[in-house]
């Protein structure tokens, strides 16, 4: 196919621009420059060194090596940027070195901004030569891991881990020395005291009493179940049965079964009664039947104190008693722990 003169002219205009932008670009590429420096080329194990990486050109520094990137046998300790014009970055890393051989830095990568356009420059490799502390002839005793310094010291650390221990030692040592000087006291056997059932009754009595005058429903229906609880708190200690939680009729019932005297079933009946009138039959009382049950409460109260004086005594034998077995059983307790610490 032959060319017509148009259309050659037209294709060496478009070579000439596409050469003429390459040639730009290449030059606003190499025009950026990357330089390497160590302060020294010969280490041993644990010798701390500076490593640098010099930047020159028009450009933006985006990203530059960090602690990922000296792995192995090289760490980093730490890392600073100097600018020292705006052409020109300095990077300088302070580098520890671990290896027991010849060793080098690899490659690393600058990512550069240029001309809007992302760059990536590529350090050389640096060469590191290991210088053992061992001379020549002993080589081949070289230790595969030499005892070296930190960058960071311990020293101190372990020091304080020491001291500590040792006050607290001094310390135990005290607290158990002021122990046994103490004299530990001897076991004390405590007595439970008897207490009259009629006294109990009496101060409830006197509790319900002294109470601010009834108004309202409510105070009158508490005033009701404070009386009756008080009398039957009473025959469940002294007759022993769960008067409690029981109805006035089986209360009644239980009294007679224990052959209770008439005057103490009545004076119960007519407490308990009165106070079911107010709970379930919806009789409203007012201050003068309040006195009226207080005046049979103490008749009830004066009937207790004369017909089971006996019960009450009888009672308090039975609590003397069991206060006698656990006296024994405190004495057999403890005579057995002295006999086996005298051991």
Not at 58 to 79: A, C, K, Q, T, W
Not at 167 to 194: D, S
Not at 221 to 243: C, E, M, S, T
Not at 314 to 322: G, R
Request: aromatic share 12%; glycine share 2%.
């Amino acid at each position: 196919m032959e060319l017509t003169p148009r259309s050659s002219k037209f294709n060496c205009k478009t070579f000439s621009a596409l050469f003429l932008m390459l040639c730009l670009s290449i030059s606003s590429v190499t025009a950026q420059q990357v330089r390497t420096y160590i302060d020294t080329d010969s280490l041993q194990v644990g010798d701390l060194f500076s490593y640098s990486i010099v930047i020159s050109g028009e450009y933006n520094l985006i990203e530059y090596p960090n602690e990922n990137h000296f792995e192995g046998d090289i760490e980093m300790i730490s890392r600073q940027r100097f600018q020292v014009s705006p052409r020109r970055d300095s990077l300088v890393y302070q580098l520890q070195f671990f290896d027991v051989e010849d060793t080098v830095i690899p490659e690393q990568q600058v990512l550069l901004n240029v001309a809007g356009n992302d760059t990536v420059l590529t350090t050389r490799e640096i060469p590191l030569y290991f210088k053992s502390t061992l001379a020549e002839d002993d080589d081949a005793f070289r230790p595969f891991k030499p005892i070296y310094d930190f960058a960071v010291a311990t020293w101190p650390y372990i020091l304080g881990l020491l001291l500590l221990l040792i006050a607290g030692w001094f310390l135990y040592k005290y607290i158990k020395k002021q122990r046994e000087k103490e004299p530990i006291p001897a076991p004390v056997f405590k007595r439970t005291r008897f207490i009259n059932p009629l006294q109990i009754l009496e101060n409830n009595l006197n509790e319900i009493r002294n109470e601010p005058p009834r108004k309202t429903e409510e105070d009158f229906d508490r005033f009701y179940i404070q009386l009756g609880d008080a009398i039957r708190l009473y025959l469940k200690r002294v007759y022993q049965f769960p008067a409690l939680e029981m109805t006035s009729g089986e209360i009644l019932n239980e009294l007679k079964k224990n052959r209770a005297s008439f005057d103490l079933i009545q004076s119960t009946k007519k407490v308990l009664f009165e106070a079911d009138m107010v709970k379930f039959a919806n009789f409203t009382p007012d201050s003068d039947q309040v006195k009226g049950a207080l005046k049979t409460a103490d008749e009830f109260l004066r009937t207790a104190k004369t017909v089971d004086v006996e019960k009450i005594t009888y009672l308090e034998y039975q609590h003397d008693e069991k206060e006698e077995e656990r006296l024994a059983a405190f004495n057999k307790k403890h005579a057995k722990e002295n006999s086996e610490d005298t051991k």
